[in-house]
């Protein structure tokens, strides 16, 4: 074990103990700085990368079987019978910009369920969940196109893009899309 020490006295014992343990201690671990992050499901619609709070959003679905529903407004797609339940499906675009969202194999509907207003909204792509740290987020651009704009709570950038965070919240309590008669 090597050689043996001899102190005459407790106290020198004690201060040989510590300096070998100090010699022989690790460091301790680095403490990692924790960043608060923000979670939610990114979709894209017209060109627009946006995400939704990830509590807003109930389900993804590709696009269902849809039964029209006369005198409607050109948004309204229709009814899909999900599980048993009636879901109204809307297309986010067409209701934003006037212009219809194209049905291929990367649309998908994104459902919401707030305060009595359950429905399915078409968008052109899901990009699945995005995580952002919360230094990235930033007010909503003043360039910030007039009919996105009122359901924008606010933006993150990352990676030199930029995402909208889109309420679907806002959108469910919006008058104007509560008002699906033609």
């Known amino acids: 074990m090597g050689s043996k020490r001899k102190f005459s006295h407790p106290i020198l014992i004690l201060q040989d103990i510590e300096n070998r343990s100090r010699a022989n201690a690790r460091g301790l671990p680095q403490q990692k700085v924790v960043k608060d992050e923000w979670s939610g499901i ?58 219809s969202t194209p049905r291929n194999k990367k649309s998908r509907v994104l459902v919401l369920n707030h305060q009595g207003v359950f429905s399915g909204l078409l968008v052109d792509e899901v990009m699945g969940m995005r995580r952002f740290f919360a230094e990235t987020r930033r007010l909503t651009p003043a360039d910030t196109d007039a009919s996105v704009k009122p359901y924008i709570e606010h933006i993150y950038n990352q990676n030199n893009e930029q995402w909208l965070v889109f309420s679907m919240h806002k959108l469910a309590e919006s008058p104007l899309f509560l008002q699906v008669a033609s």
């Open 42 to 99: 990114g979709f894209k619609v017209q060109g627009l990368q946006m995400v939704a709070p990830l509590g807003h959003v109930v389900e993804i679905l590709t696009y269902p079987e849809l039964s029209r529903v006369p005198g409607a407004k050109s948004w309204v797609l229709g009814i899909a019978n999900i599980r048993g339940n009636l879901l109204p499906v809307m297309d986010l675009k067409n209701y934003l910009f006037g212009q």
